[in-house]
Structure formats: structure tokens, C-alpha cells
């Protein structure tokens, strides 16, 4: 049995190798959202400041409990240049302050995230808000 496109008749044994390929994109898929799942820290309620590390999720899901907090991200180097973080606040008061260094890259109420990435502005690493 062939059926019929404008490219030509495609025949039921070519369909297989088609069906095959989807099922391994599917289950690639399958295993994308179990690696994203892997990288997000649970929700953590904190006790005072957040203090970033290079080894940090991709994903923070923090909770200010009780009190406004700084987040400040680790220190952007050249290793970490690609690097990124989805920061949500998961609490239902206060702010999460996200930082590099200092300067204050966003502040975040009960709801919200953002989205910081590091990245080489002229020779020095930084990190920069997204979204």
C-alpha cells in the first residue's frame, strides 16, 4: 500500500523508520523535562540573605520568610559565561533583592521570577537580566 503526497507515493515500510525517529524525539523529550526538573533547587525558606554558589540550580525557588532578602548571585567569571538562573520567589509576602554584587538586578514580589544569565560585556563577566 502506498500513500500518495506531491513528492511521490511513500510506502507503509518507509512510514516505520518515521514512527521510530518520533518515538526516540519523544522520549528525548521525556528526558529533557526529566533534566530540567533535576536542575530545580525545592523551594527553600530562608533565613536571612542568599549567598549564590557556581554550583547553584539552574532554578531557585526561594521563599523570604517573613522578611525582605538580597539574593546575590555568585560572582560572574569567565567559567560561568553561559551560566543561567531562574530566580521565583515562592513565598507569599515580602522581596527578594536579586544582586550581582552590589547593583540590584531586580526585585521580586510574592509570584514572580526573573531571568539572569552571565555574560562578557567588554572583558568582564556579568550578569544580566533577561526577563
Do not use: Q
Request: one cysteine or more; hydrophobic letters at 45%.
Amino acid at each position: 500500500m502506498a500513500l500518495g503526497t506531491e513528492f511521490g507515493d511513500i510506502k507503509a515500510d518507509e512510514i516505520r523508520p518515521l514512527n521510530a525517529s518520533f518515538t526516540r524525539f519523544a522520549g528525548a523529550f521525556a528526558l529533557g523535562k526529566e533534566v530540567l526538573n533535576s536542575v530545580a533547587l525545592a523551594g527553600s525558606a530562608l533565613s536571612g540573605a542568599y549567598t549564590g554558589a557556581s554550583t547553584d540550580a539552574m532554578v531557585l525557588r526561594l521563599d523570604p520568610n517573613g522578611a525582605n532578602r538580597d539574593v546575590t548571585l555568585v560572582t560572574p567569571t569567565v567559567a560561568l559565561l553561559g551560566k543561567m538562573h531562574i530566580v521565583t520567589h515562592t513565598g507569599s509576602a515580602n522581596n527578594l533583592v536579586v544582586k550581582d554584587g552590589a547593583t540590584t538586578l531586580r526585585t521580586l514580589t510574592a509570584g514572580l521570577s526573573c531571568w539572569v544569565l552571565c555574560v562578557l560585556i567588554g572583558t568582564t563577566p556579568t550578569w544580566v537580566l533577561v526577563a
